[in-house]
């Protein structure tokens, strides 16, 4: 239930950091209240006197450009920073659902008796015992469970093969 809270409240923070994105200002703040199509459609030419609206709102435009471009990059690192927490999220559950494996839950003796097996059929032709990549040692590799059975084991090692070159 805590879990399902974190999440929740994540998703509310979201809404409430979306609802304080401030909307463009197109027109800055010098109580003109005309916009470029205004001026594009008169059919006036342009007066001495538009263009310091016109500079104006060109350097309030140019200004907002670069702030949202700021808040964009922020919110590029705070999706990053999402798809890493979803990654681990991920990992997580991968080793979780592994936990749950049948061959998890062979008893001691089965999976000794299975290594056995293995060890006849395969390891007397190409179990050197110096090669970590053979022999006893790949089944050591696979898990704690299975390297604490293989090094407890006498009998996988009692017949070992030394190549020499």
Known sequence: MEENYAFESATFHLDALERLIPEPSLLPSDGLKFDA??????????LKTDRPHICSTLTHLRKQD???NALLDRLKKVEQKVRDHRHEIRKSHKSWTSTLAPIRRLPYDVLLAVFQQIRRRDWDYYGNVFSVAEGPWILSHVCGLWRDTVLSSPSLWSCLTIKFV
């Open 66 to 68: 670069s702030e949202y």
């Open 37 to 46: 199509s205004d001026l594009l459609r008169a059919r006036r030419p342009f």
